[in-house]
């Protein structure tokens, strides 16, 4: 069965709205853990719009799962992870422009820098995952970079016009995972997927770790605004003269 790594980056969006301390990814990674994840990841993005080198330090001490780090294959952030050691660290493309990570990351392209950038922080015994497009070249060129895992990119398939687009994008994942695992390498996957999409991804043969994060960030809003709400009604109630 595929197991859930919550992505907890959109909590850090919330607080980092008014820059104070509510709401503390720390503690929306204990309620994750509690409510079944089976890990945590985390974005820590170069311009930290969202998530903090503070909440790397405590989750690193917090999570009892696993921890999973995004992040861009730079100097500075290969720095960061081996001396944090986080027990995953998966490799995405990063653009200061983007709204969320956009295309997967073009391995082939860079095979050298990926390498390296793997090679330092495999050193001891971390998973590492590189985040691409679900296309066969970048599953080998992952493999050639040393990669432990892939996160294929379900993007494509989370827009999908209609049921038939849909259809044809989750062939690609299929084979794509098929390859990846016939190459000895571990299979997750991620990006745009929701409560209505997720369980065929899930069903896909070999799939070990699903990364979701903005649709269960986004259904925690309002499933847990009811109670939010009647909370501080009572607080009102209570402090209100008679
Ligand atoms: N996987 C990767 C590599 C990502 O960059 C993201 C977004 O941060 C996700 C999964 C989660 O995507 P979403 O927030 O759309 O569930």
Redesign the pocket.
């Known amino acids: 069965m595929a197991r859930l790594q919550v ?1 907890i ?2 909590v850090a969006t919330v607080r980092q709205a008014r820059g104070g301390v509510e709401p503390d990814p720390v503690h929306a990674a204990v309620l994750a853990e509690l409510g079944g994840a089976s890990g945590i ?1 985390i ?1 820590l993005r170069e311009d930290r719009r969202h998530i903090q080198d503070r909440d790397l330090e405590i989750l690193r001490m917090t999570v009892g799962t696993r921890l999973n780090l ?1 992040m861009a294959a730079s100097d500075e952030m290969v720095a960061i992870a081996c001396r944090v050691r986080p027990e995953q660290v ?1 490799l ?1 493309p990063e653009k200061r422009q983007e709204l ?2 956009e295309g997967g990351l073009d391995v082939a392209g860079n095979l050298e820098h990926v390498q390296r950038a793997v090679r330092l922080l495999r050193g001891d015994g971390r998973i590492v995952s590189l ?1 691409i497009d679900p296309d066969a070249g970048q599953v080998a060129a992952a493999s050639a970079a040393g990669a432990s895992a892939v ?1 294929l ?1 379900t ?1 494509r398939y ?1 827009l999908a016009r209609d049921a038939e687009a849909a259809r044809r994008e989750l062939a690609e994942l299929r084979r794509a995972a098929q390859a990846a695992a016939s190459g000895a390498l571990v299979v997750h996957a ?5 409560y209505q999409n997720t369980a065929a991804v899930a069903a896909l043969p070999g799939i070990e770790d699903l ?7 986004a259904r925690a809003v309002l499933v847990g605004l009811e109670r939010a709400v009647r909370e501080m009604v009572e607080i009102i109630a209570a402090g209100s003269h008679p």
């Open positions: 992505n980056d959109h990841t974005h995004e998966t995405v969320t990570t985040f996160e990119h993007g989370a991620g990006h745009g997927l929701n990364n979701i994060g903005h649709s269960i960030v």
